[in-house]
């Protein structure tokens, strides 16, 4: 792409933008859609993607998983996309501000991704526990751009001689030794309040 420069006669070239994106679709695809129909505080109302399964755009360059975009953004000038934080850190990529719903830009980091997860409204039946975000919470440290991921046991029914290694795993996931390591890896640790519920829905595991 080329435009004009500040003198008559002297073109400057700048790089094209290059939008990356994941195929086949998955949940980040879902999510960043929906999060694209929340309401803007200069622009209420929703894109025209309900439901939508596939990257919405056009143009682009699709790629396969998180580390693919990571590597295709970080080696195309002008690139741009979306993957977890981790990728963007292990690449040494710049990170985008987001916009709450009060139109503060908030920084990503995964301590600000704890805050607002902090903030979900959690449903829990049994031993299933989900959360909901509340995308009206605003808060300059809270990063409102998040996604979470679940771990599926049965919650009853399982081997007596598999049910300690079951819970002995998720135990350990969900404890603070490992809960302690993951920032410095580019993961979320969990606020304490999801963590609480998460050991306990592991507990109730038989």
């Known amino acids: 792409m080329e435009r004009r420069g500040d003198q008559e006669g002297q073109p400057r070239r700048e790089p094209a933008r290059y939008e990356d994106h994941h195929v086949p679709p998955g949940g980040q ?3 960043l859609v929906q999060l694209l129909q929340l309401p803007e505080p200069d622009r209420p109302g929703r894109l025209p993607l309900q439901g939508q399964q596939q990257w919405p755009g056009s143009g682009g360059q699709g790629q396969n ?3 693919g975009v990571a590597q295709v953004v970080k080696t195309t000038a002008g690139g741009i996309g979306y ?3 981790s990728y963007a850190q292990a690449n040494s990529l710049p990170t985008a501000k987001v916009g709450n719903a009060k139109g503060q830009f908030v920084e990503a980091t995964t301590q600000n991704a704890s805050a607002f997860i902090s903030k979900a409204k959690t449903q829990q039946k049994g031993a299933d526990l989900q959360l909901a975000f509340d995308y009206s919470y605003s808060d300059t440290n809270a990063y409102p751009a998040v996604l979470v991921t679940y771990e599926i046991a049965c919650a009853s029914g399982n081997s007596s001689s598999q049910l300690p290694l079951i ?9 603070d030794t490992a809960q302690g390591e993951l920032p410095d890896a580019g993961y979320v640790q969990l606020p304490k309040n999801i963590q609480a519920l998460v050991q306990s829905s592991v507990k109730s595991l038989s």
């Open 65 to 67: 998983g998180s580390s």
């Open 29 to 31: 695809v879902r999510y």
């Open 167 to 175: 819970k002995g795993f998720l135990n350990y996931g969900a404890g």
């Open 83 to 85: 993957a977890e934080i």
